[in-house]
């Protein structure tokens, strides 16, 4: 099994930046990759951003392309997603998740793991 806790949703104005991080722990050998999926209450999740294990690949969503960027840190086995440029529409519960296989997440297929869930509110 693998966990998954995210941190550093919040309230931002348009135009703003938030930082949003992913920790990982449990059977993190299995995975090859993580990603950020979002929601909005009555729609569905959307993908957000993945990246490879290695780093080497990362993916986005043409709504995300320019503003956010995703990373990892693998000595902390942590991914993050620079979020900038911020709108009322990237308002969204933000998931972390996760999986063996990079291409399930990058297509926005879904994944196995996944975390709890971080709010982003962008309002003035």
């Known amino acids: 099994q693998v966990q998954l806790v995210e941190s550093g949703g919040g309230l931002v104005q348009p135009g703003g930046s938030l930082r949003l991080s992913c920790a990982a722990s449990?059977?993190?050998?299995?995975?090859?990759?993580m990603g950020w999926f979002r929601q909005v209450p009555g729609k569905e999740r959307e993908f957000v951003a993945a990246?490879?294990?290695?780093?080497?690949?990362?993916t986005y969503a043409d709504a995300v392309k320019g503003r956010f960027t995703i990373s990892r840190e693998n000595a902390k086995n942590t991914v993050y997603l620079q979020t900038n440029s911020l709108k009322p529409e990237d308002t969204a519960v933000y998931y972390c998740?996760?999986?063996?296989?990079?291409?399930?997440?990058?297509?926005?297929?879904?994944?196995?793991?996944w975390g709890k869930g971080t709010l982003v509110t962008v309002s003035s």
């Open positions: 998740a996760a999986d063996a296989e990079y291409s399930q997440l990058s297509k926005g297929y879904g994944a196995r793991y």
């Open positions: 449990g059977s993190i050998f299995s995975i090859n990759g």
């Open positions: 990246i490879s294990w290695s780093g080497r690949s990362t």
